[in-house]
């Protein structure tokens, strides 16, 4: 959500490559239900929850929720099993937030170096590099 209400002058060299790429992109995009819950928890930890919340719902409207539900909990434990055998550890956040990409046939955005770990058959790109 970074960059998502500031002017282009005032974007970091990494907001302004992912509001460029989320602006090229041919598909809309989509957001978990666990990044909204990451996303709240910032707002409430924040200063400026009032300007934040209001730039959250703004942000909602343009990049909809998708629903974390019983097959995104079997990819989730799925995954998080076969990178266990692997010696892998995932953050649990992280782990579902792919699974819900995957389970919908979604790439995932993210600038996370945990999603280096997933399996071949998770689709994932970084919009920041």
């Known amino acids: 959500m970074n960059g998502w209400n500031k002017p ?10 992912a509001v460029s790429a989320y602006n090229k992109a041919d598909e809309v995009a989509y957001i978990s239900e666990a990044s909204v819950g990451e996303l709240i928890y910032g707002i409430e930890r924040s200063r400026r929850k009032e300007y934040n919340r209001k730039t959250f719902e703004k942000f909602l409207q343009a990049v909809p929720p998708v629903a974390v539900d019983r097959t995104v909990w079997e ?3 799925q995954t998080k099993a076969v990178l266990s055998k692997q010696g892998k550890v995932m953050p649990d956040m992280d782990l579902l937030i792919a699974a819900t990409a995957k389970r919908y046939g979604l790439v995932l955005v993210a600038n996370d170096k945990h999603m280096k770990c997933l399996p071949g058959s998770f689709t994932w790109k970084n919009w920041v590099k």
């Open 8 to 17: 282009a002058s005032l974007l970091s060299s990494e907001e302004l490559s």
């Open 75 to 77: 990819l989730y434990g």
